[in-house]
């Protein structure tokens, strides 16, 4: 029996796993989601002594039914090697009070090479599995991070254009620097001159444009997505929360079956919602904790239920949570209301026509699981000085966004269970941020403060960083938002 995962927005729309991967976004603008959830043993006292592969296995091979064993071990192979700086791939570490699960290993140094270092295996396999020729064409909104992390999946790999958009003032000069020096003949970049909602919209209409996809298959290309409205995405994204429990407990630091809290630094919802979806098979979670930045529109959501994103756009120091359509709710809602699709398109509805929408009858049971907070900008530097100072140990200003959250929800609840701080970029990709926090120093380049930080952390420079300031910049367009088509049928020759 293979698992049925359904457009959030027609229940008539379902699709096998890897097809769901190949597709990106349905058709009618929802989000491919899982209705059940497959039994997975989660026996700790052999989890803890597995490797973060061996956990991947495990959990892929439940999520992603259509897959053969052999086609799973050949992506994980591909996607969970040296290309990682830790062979843990995620270690847990233990600060003052807390667990930070460092999820900034891979190439790009941020949390998203955890699950696009594994897709391009996967939609690769998925097209030679259904027999698919056409080029496979990946449209990428990125409000930072997304997008550097899957050009790095998919530079050259056969078969594949990527094209990514991002936010021209909306990025640190560190993440602007790694997706313009790109190599890659397949890989393009656009900055444009909006904010991350205007990328994402803009990219969905680009999915849900049946002309445009009609042109696409005569050219004999299809889209997919590198976003978290993939599921391929949040389905290795589920493997570390497992994984970081298995380390709890080999460690002793909790027996088996104990509560463990996580407190996930949020944007799009798709790291927290791969959270939810670990509990779902089992793994005991206490609270999901939400945290936002100054754009604090999903703490609002979870306490007063309305969705609204009628408010101004924060450009803060958590670039990467700088949104305000958050596409993953879109999930928890379509669970909140029993996996209801008609319910839940019109919610969607009222949200683009209206700016808006209030959940009224849903699952409280699934809603108490969540906790949300938000930290302003002055919150998130006195954190990374807090934490520096109790444990010497620098956070990069989104980690830090959760780590003042889990502060603020511990002075409001004293929860006293263990709780593990989604940790999802390295310092050295905010330097400036990070230095000035712990030191005051205001004038530093992003360079300088590099040298800096490495003389505070006692961390040596990550080869993501290591020579960027000297690399050749090799894209340098511009486009307007209203522009992004116009640059995707140039690239592509329509
Ligand atoms: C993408 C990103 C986030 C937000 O994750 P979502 O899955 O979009 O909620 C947080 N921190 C960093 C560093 C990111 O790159």
Same mark, same amino acid.
């Given at each position: 029996?293979?698992?049925?995962?359904?457009?959030?927005?027609?229940?008539?729309?379902?699709?096998?796993?890897?097809?769901? $991967?190949?597709? /990106?976004?349905?058709?009618?603008?929802?989000?491919?989601?899982?209705?059940?959830?497959?039994?997975?043993?989660?026996?700790?006292?052999?989890?803890?002594?597995?490797?973060?592969? !061996?956990?991947?296995?495990? $959990?892929?091979?439940?999520? @992603?039914?259509?897959?053969?064993?052999?086609?799973?071990?050949?992506?994980? !192979?591909?996607?969970?090697?040296?290309?990682?700086?830790?062979?843990?791939?995620?270690?847990?570490?233990?600060?003052?009070?807390?667990?930070?699960?460092?999820?900034?290993?891979?190439?790009?140094?941020?949390? &998203?090479?955890?699950?696009?270092?594994?897709?391009?295996? *996967? $939609?690769?396999?998925?097209?030679?599995?259904?027999?698919?020729?056409? &080029?496979?064409?990946?449209?990428?909104?990125?409000? /930072?991070?997304? /997008?550097?992390?899957?050009?790095?999946? *998919?530079?050259?790999?056969?078969?594949?254009?990527?094209?990514?958009?991002?936010?021209?003032?909306?990025?640190?000069?560190?993440?602007?620097?790694?997706?313009?020096?790109?190599?890659? +003949?397949?890989?393009?970049?656009?900055? $444009?001159? #909006?904010?991350?909602?205007?990328?994402?919209?803009?990219?969905?209409?680009?999915?849900?444009?049946?002309?445009?996809?009609?042109?696409?298959?005569?050219?004999?290309?299809?889209?997919?997505?590198?976003?978290?409205?993939?599921?391929?995405?949040?389905?290795?994204?589920?493997?570390?929360?497992?994984?970081?429990?298995?380390?709890?407990?080999?460690?002793?630091?909790?027996?088996? #079956?104990?509560?463990?809290?996580?407190?996930?630094?949020?944007?799009?919802?798709?790291?927290?919602?791969?959270?939810?979806?670990?509990?779902?098979?089992?793994?005991?979670?206490?609270?999901?904790?939400?945290?936002?930045?100054?754009?604090?529109?999903?703490?609002?959501?979870?306490?007063?239920?309305?969705?609204?994103?009628?408010?101004?756009? &924060?450009?803060?120091?958590?670039?990467?949570?700088?949104? @305000?359509?958050?596409?993953?709710?879109?999930?928890?809602?379509?669970?909140?209301?029993?996996?209801?699709?008609?319910?839940?398109?019109?919610?969607?509805?009222?949200?683009?026509?209206?700016?808006?929408? !209030?959940?009224?009858? *849903?699952?409280?049971?699934?809603?108490?699981? *969540?906790?949300?907070?938000?930290?302003?900008?002055?919150?998130?530097?006195?954190?990374?000085?807090?934490?520096?100072? +109790?444990?010497?140990?620098?956070?990069?200003?989104?980690?830090?966004?959760?780590?003042?959250?889990?502060?603020?929800?511990?002075?409001?609840?004293?929860?006293?269970?263990?709780?593990?701080?989604?940790?999802? +970029?390295?310092?050295?990709?905010?330097?400036?941020?990070?230095?000035?926090?712990?030191?005051?120093?205001?004038?530093?380049?992003?360079?300088?403060?590099?040298?800096?930080?490495?003389?505070?952390?006692?961390?040596?420079?990550?080869?993501?960083?290591?020579?960027?300031?000297?690399?050749?910049?090799?894209?340098?367009?511009?486009?307007?938002?209203?522009?992004?088509?116009?640059?995707?049928?140039?690239?592509?020759?329509?």
């Amino acid at each position: 029996m293979t698992l049925v995962y359904q457009s959030t927005r027609d229940a008539k729309n379902t699709v096998s796993a890897s097809q769901a $991967i190949l597709q /990106g976004l349905a058709t009618d603008g929802g989000l491919f989601t899982p209705l059940t959830y497959p039994k997975v043993d989660l026996d700790f006292e052999t989890l803890k002594n597995a490797s973060y592969q !061996e956990v991947a296995k495990l $959990i892929l091979s439940a999520f @992603l039914d259509d897959f053969t064993e052999e086609e799973l071990d050949y992506c994980i !192979e591909q996607a969970y090697d040296s290309k990682f700086d830790d062979e843990r791939i995620a270690p847990l570490v233990k600060l003052d009070g807390q667990y930070n699960l460092e999820l900034f290993h891979g190439s790009t140094i941020a949390f &998203k090479d955890m699950a696009l270092s594994i897709l391009p295996h *996967f $939609i690769t396999t998925a097209a030679k599995k259904h027999g698919l020729e056409n &080029k496979i064409v990946i449209l990428t909104a990125t409000s /930072g991070d997304t /997008g550097k992390a899957a050009m790095a999946g *998919f530079a050259d790999v056969v078969g594949t254009e990527i094209i990514v958009f991002y936010p021209k003032d909306g990025v640190s000069k560190v993440q602007e620097l790694q997706m313009t020096t790109q190599t890659g +003949a397949n890989t393009h970049v656009v900055a $444009i001159d #909006g904010n991350f909602d205007d990328a994402q919209t803009n990219v969905k209409h680009m999915f849900n444009d049946p002309a445009l996809r009609q042109r696409l298959a005569e050219h004999k290309m299809q889209f997919s997505s590198a976003n978290s409205m993939n599921i391929g995405r949040l389905v290795p994204q589920i493997v570390y929360y497992i994984y970081a429990y298995a380390q709890l407990v080999k460690t002793g630091q909790i027996a088996a #079956g104990d509560e463990v809290n996580f407190t996930v630094p949020t944007g799009n919802f798709g790291n927290i919602l791969a959270a939810y979806y670990a509990k779902q098979i089992g793994l005991p979670v206490g609270k999901l904790i939400c945290a936002s930045n100054e754009n604090n529109v999903l703490t609002d959501f979870f306490r007063t239920q309305v969705y609204d994103k009628k408010r101004s756009f &924060k450009v803060t120091s958590s670039p990467s949570m700088d949104i @305000l359509v958050s596409s993953n709710l879109e999930r928890l809602i379509f669970h909140l209301l029993g996996n209801d699709a008609e319910k839940t398109a019109d919610l969607m509805q009222a949200l683009n026509q209206l700016g808006q929408y !209030e959940l009224t009858d *849903f699952d409280q049971e699934i809603l108490e699981l *969540f906790a949300a907070e938000y930290a302003t900008e002055a919150e998130t530097s006195a954190e990374i000085k807090r934490v520096y100072d +109790a444990s010497h140990y620098i956070e990069d200003p989104h980690t830090a966004v959760a780590s003042a959250v889990y502060q603020k929800y511990l002075r409001e609840t004293g929860d006293q269970r263990p709780t593990v701080i989604a940790s999802t +970029a390295s310092p050295y990709k905010f330097p400036r941020v990070a230095v000035q926090a712990v030191t005051g120093a205001s004038d530093l380049t992003d360079f300088e403060a590099l040298v800096k930080l490495q003389e505070l952390s006692g961390v040596s420079l990550p080869t993501a960083v290591d020579g960027l300031e000297t690399a050749p910049v090799l894209h340098k367009t511009q486009a307007k938002a209203d522009q992004m088509q116009a640059a995707v049928e140039n690239y592509l020759g329509l």
